[in-house]
């Protein structure tokens, strides 16, 4: 790997010193406590209860998800595969609030109407670069909704989605699976974890996957091998953390939707739903793919400093490295004579390298004050990102609306068309305060300041554009238990947007990059009612949100080339989410949205309209059944509201209902599961990057999974 700057390599060198100093105070801590009896903490929860325990995404601590006023969410992985999903969009199909607009490059997400592109996580630290993402190790996923700039700095503030990976555990065990499933799926995972002796422990995962598809010439291939370590002497740890990961594929961008008119100046008015058939494959067969590889290196050291204080050290390396060649339609109907019965294809090569560096230092404790306690966290944090896209155009030759000849591969040789290199470095210090205030009122207050720096450079053109920023970013919040098992909250939080710090870079040159412009911001009101019902048996969390973006970017009318911050972008809505054990062995998992996302202020032919991607309503409902050992199944709903395909809102993706199922065995040590997804084999569109790009639904599809434990 290239060099790293000074202040990692600085950490890395500090951890060995570190490690040896916490071993010598851990020994002096069990000599002294010898003599105590050992107490064993068992939890009540059924094994198969769908909600979560304590969780570290809204607060960089382990925390109830009844003490946090805001909406915490958590996906189970193991669910998710079970049906056949290895990628992060399927995993958060029917999540309330979070509408898929993925790219067959990449993954993105509209949460609570906003993108998600830069407000990705592992493990609580930043990865937002443009790949499809794995579930190979990835225990759940856990969902923050609304603003986290106070924990995590800059983003768009619809919220952060944040992948847990698996980690090392003192238990010994093991688990291999095989898979099988519709249209020559298969693969094979190793799950295997070993304690080394009394203070360290081994966990690794591996495993490959063939993916065939239900659309013409796609498929892929997925392979992923992580490695962790951990070190643990009483109250301090440190985790070693590897991830690999491959995924090699024919890429789809799905198909073009059918012009119904054309206005005066040649453009595309009036749009219908795409007219080939859903198998239909409009790249170039026998030369498209796509393969991302990516590394992501982690370590966590915690450090005891006093009986209720301990110092955290946290340092990521991600990189990835993403090659395409890709043909796809560029638009729906061919300018020349317009005809509407051909589309127009374009082909890009692409050679994208990025990095992410990241360092965190925390101090967490405990403190009381009179009647209240408090529990501290104060941090800084320093971040470094490089990312190098290379791209090259070429044409390719247009070719039928419903019947486009797939080997038709001819056109012009691509050229240097973006060659660009782009830096960004961060520095951030925040705190945050939860306080017992007694009576069953429990506060969160937090503050954050940002530094944000990019540096973009134009190769081609030798242009370079360089930005940097200063944020602040409050949040405040309160919870209190108006009746025993009813926590009513309130919160507010803010957000920063800086330009260049989403998908990380400016093109130096382009049209709207002579203005100085200012950061976007965002902010968002929550109060909502979290309960338990039934003896605890049953949670329920009903909330009201509204969050806004400010500042927004809105083209001149006059001078085209020039952009003002005066635009406003809305979204207020109702979300009600419900988990628990219903009887038992019998198990309940669902939540709605109901959500009004409109863009207030902008340019004429955009303000009124309805942000692309975002439904109005979406959700799921689960039921299942999960005795300890034997049969075992699971039915349930997910719905999706009508969309649309494009900012203007000329074409709508109907809504669609979509029925899955699974059915089991369970044994000491083996267990066989037979999923399926779209049960009913109902024909939808699940995304949309556009106008030219409408993903169709999978139709019905079978998965059967083997495992066993050793």
Same mark, same amino acid.
């Given at each position: 790997?290239?060099?790293?700057? *000074?202040?990692?390599?600085?950490?890395?060198?500090?951890?060995?010193?570190?490690?040896?100093?916490?071993?010598?105070?851990?020994?002096?801590?069990?000599?002294?406590?010898?003599?105590?009896? *050992?107490?064993?903490?068992?939890?009540?929860?059924?094994?198969?209860?769908?909600?979560?325990?304590?969780?570290?995404?809204?607060?960089?601590?382990?925390?109830?998800?009844?003490?946090?006023?805001?909406?915490?969410?958590?996906?189970?992985?193991?669910?998710?595969?079970?049906?056949?999903?290895?990628?992060?969009?399927?995993?958060?199909?029917?999540?309330?609030?979070?509408?898929?607009?993925?790219? !067959?490059?990449?993954?993105?997400?509209?949460?609570?109407?906003?993108?998600?592109?830069?407000?990705?996580?592992?493990?609580?630290?930043?990865?937002?670069?443009?790949?499809?993402?794995?579930?190979?190790?990835?225990?759940?996923?856990?969902?923050?909704?609304?603003?986290?700039?106070?924990?995590?700095?800059?983003?768009?503030?619809?919220?952060?989605?944040?992948?847990?990976?698996? #980690?090392?555990?003192?238990?010994?065990?093991?688990?291999?699976?095989? +898979?099988?499933?519709?249209?020559?799926?298969?693969?094979?995972?190793?799950?295997?974890?070993?304690?080394?002796?009394?203070?360290?422990?081994?966990?690794?995962?591996?495993?490959?996957?063939?993916?065939?598809?239900?659309?013409?010439?796609? &498929?892929?291939?997925?392979?992923?091998?992580?490695?962790?370590?951990?070190?643990?002497?009483?109250?301090?740890?440190?985790?070693?953390?590897?991830?690999?990961?491959?995924?090699?594929?024919?890429?789809?961008?799905? $198909?073009?939707?059918?012009?119904?008119?054309?206005?005066?100046?040649?453009?595309?008015?009036?749009?219908?739903?795409?007219?080939?058939?859903?198998?239909?494959?409009?790249?170039?067969?026998?030369?498209?793919?796509?393969?991302?590889?990516?590394?992501?290196?982690?370590?966590?050291?915690?450090?005891?400093?006093?009986?209720?204080?301990?110092?955290?050290?946290?340092?990521?390396?991600?990189?990835?490295?993403?090659?395409?060649?890709? !043909?796809?339609?560029?638009?729906?109907?061919?300018?020349?004579?317009?005809?509407?019965?051909?589309? #127009?294809?374009?082909?890009?090569?692409?050679?994208?390298?990025?990095?992410?560096?990241?360092?965190?230092?925390?101090?967490?404790?405990?403190?009381?004050?009179?009647?209240?306690?408090?529990? $501290?966290?104060?941090?800084?944090?320093?971040?470094?990102?490089?990312?190098?896209?290379?791209?090259?155009?070429?044409?390719?030759?247009?070719?039928?609306?419903?019947?486009?000849?797939?080997?038709?591969?001819?056109?012009?040789?691509?050229?240097?068309?973006?060659?660009?290199?782009?830096?960004?470095? +961060?520095?951030?210090?925040?705190?945050?305060?939860?306080?017992?205030?007694?009576?069953?009122?429990?506060?969160?207050?937090?503050?954050?300041?940002?530094?944000?720096?990019?540096?973009?450079?134009?190769?081609?053109?030798?242009?370079?554009?360089?930005?940097?920023?200063?944020?602040?970013?409050?949040?405040?919040?309160?919870?209190?238990?108006?009746?025993?098992?009813?926590?009513?909250?309130?919160?507010?939080?803010?957000?920063?947007?800086?330009?260049?710090?989403?998908?990380?870079?400016?093109?130096?040159?382009?049209?709207?990059?002579?203005?100085?412009?200012?950061?976007?911001?965002?902010?968002?009101?929550?109060?909502?009612?979290?309960?338990?019902?039934?003896?605890?048996?049953?949670?329920?969390?009903?909330?009201?949100?509204?969050?806004?973006?400010?500042?927004?970017?809105?083209?001149?009318?006059?001078?085209?080339?020039?952009? !003002?911050?005066?635009?406003?972008?809305?979204?207020?809505?109702?979300?009600?989410?419900?988990?628990?054990?219903?009887?038992?062995?019998?198990?309940?998992?669902?939540?709605?949205?109901?959500?009004?996302?409109?863009?207030? #202020?902008?340019?004429?032919?955009?303000?009124?309209? &309805?942000?692309?991607?975002?439904?109005?309503?979406?959700?799921?409902?689960?039921?299942?059944?999960?005795?300890?050992?034997?049969?075992?199944?699971?039915?349930?709903?997910?719905?999706?509201?009508?969309?649309?395909?494009?900012?203007?809102?000329?074409?709508?993706?109907?809504?669609?209902?979509?029925?899955?199922?699974? $059915?089991?065995?369970? $044994?000491?040590?083996?267990?066989? +599961?037979?999923?399926?997804?779209?049960?009913?084999?109902?024909?939808?569109?699940?995304?949309?990057?556009?106008?030219?790009?409408?993903?169709?639904?999978?139709?019905?599809?079978?998965?059967?999974?083997?495992?066993?434990?050793?």
């Amino acid at each position: 790997m290239r060099s790293l700057p *000074a202040a990692l390599v600085a950490a890395l060198f500090a951890f060995p010193v570190c490690a040896a100093a916490a071993g010598t105070t851990a020994e002096r801590e069990e000599g002294a406590s010898a003599g105590l009896p *050992a107490v064993e903490v068992r939890s009540h929860r059924n094994l198969h209860d769908p909600r979560p325990g304590p969780l570290s995404s809204a607060t960089r601590t382990a925390t109830d998800v009844r003490d946090v006023p805001q909406t915490v969410q958590a996906v189970d992985a193991a669910q998710v595969k079970a049906y056949g999903g290895r990628g992060l969009a399927a995993a958060l199909v029917g999540v309330p609030g979070i509408s898929n607009v993925s790219d !067959t490059r990449f993954d993105a997400f509209r949460l609570r109407g906003f993108s998600n592109a830069g407000d990705t996580l592992l493990d609580g630290m930043r990865d937002d670069a443009q790949y499809v993402r794995s579930l190979g190790n990835i225990e759940r996923i856990e969902i923050l909704k609304g603003p986290a700039a106070v924990l995590y700095g800059r983003g768009s503030g619809g919220g952060v989605i944040n992948r847990i990976s698996k #980690q090392p555990t003192r238990e010994a065990y093991g688990q291999a699976s095989a +898979t099988w499933g519709s249209r020559g799926q298969q693969g094979a995972a190793l799950d295997w974890n070993r304690p080394l002796g009394e203070q360290w422990a081994l966990r690794i995962n591996a495993g490959r996957e063939h993916e065939p598809h239900f659309r013409e010439e796609v &498929r892929g291939t997925r392979q992923h091998v992580a490695p962790a370590l951990k070190w643990e002497s009483g109250r301090d740890s440190w985790l070693l953390q590897a991830d690999y990961d491959e995924f090699d594929r024919i890429p789809d961008r799905g $198909l073009p939707a059918r012009v119904t008119a054309l206005s005066h100046n040649g453009t595309a008015s009036g749009y219908a739903l795409p007219q080939a058939s859903d198998r239909t494959f409009f790249g170039a067969a026998g030369r498209d793919f796509i393969r991302d590889t990516s590394l992501s290196l982690r370590s966590t050291l915690t450090r005891a400093i006093a009986p209720d204080w301990s110092l955290r050290q946290m340092v990521s390396v991600f990189d990835l490295n993403s090659d395409f060649d890709n !043909t796809f339609v560029s638009q729906p109907f061919v300018s020349a004579g317009r005809d509407l019965r051909r589309v #127009q294809r374009s082909r890009f090569q692409q050679n994208l390298q990025q990095r992410n560096v990241q360092a965190n230092l925390e101090v967490l404790g405990n403190l009381a004050t009179g009647a209240m306690r408090h529990q $501290l966290l104060a941090g800084a944090e320093y971040g470094w990102q490089k990312r190098e896209p290379r791209l090259w155009m070429g044409s390719a030759r247009p070719v039928s609306l419903t019947e486009p000849d797939q080997h038709d591969n001819e056109g012009s040789r691509p050229e240097p068309w973006q060659m660009n290199y782009h830096k960004v470095k +961060t520095a951030g210090f925040y705190a945050q305060d939860q306080i017992d205030m007694g009576a069953r009122i429990k506060g969160l207050v937090g503050l954050r300041w940002d530094h944000f720096e990019v540096d973009s450079r134009n190769q081609l053109q030798k242009l370079r554009t360089e930005r940097s920023t200063h944020a602040l970013s409050p949040r405040i919040g309160a919870v209190w238990e108006a009746l025993p098992d009813h926590h009513v909250y309130a919160s507010w939080s803010k957000n920063y947007a800086p330009v260049g710090g989403d998908v990380i870079g400016i093109t130096p040159g382009a049209k709207g990059n002579v203005n100085d412009l200012r950061p976007q911001f965002s902010r968002q009101l929550e109060a909502g009612v979290k309960s338990d019902w039934f003896q605890r048996r049953i949670s329920t969390t009903l909330a009201w949100f509204e969050l806004e973006l400010y500042n927004r970017l809105v083209r001149d009318p006059v001078q085209p080339e020039q952009f !003002t911050q005066t635009g406003l972008e809305r979204n207020r809505g109702i979300e009600f989410s419900v988990a628990g054990e219903l009887a038992r062995d019998w198990f309940l998992r669902g939540g709605w949205t109901q959500q009004n996302s409109r863009v207030v #202020q902008a340019e004429a032919q955009l303000a009124g309209k &309805r942000p692309s991607g975002v439904s109005a309503r979406n959700g799921s409902l689960f039921i299942s059944y999960a005795p300890p050992l034997g049969w075992f199944g699971e039915t349930g709903v997910v719905y999706e509201g009508a969309r649309f395909a494009d900012r203007e809102n000329l074409l709508e993706l109907p809504a669609y209902a979509r029925w899955d199922a699974l $059915l089991g065995y369970r $044994l000491a040590r083996a267990e066989y +599961t037979l999923a399926a997804t779209n049960l009913a084999n109902r024909r939808y569109h699940a995304s949309a990057t556009g106008v030219s790009q409408i993903v169709p639904g999978a139709p019905r599809a079978l998965v059967l999974t083997a495992a066993y434990k050793f």
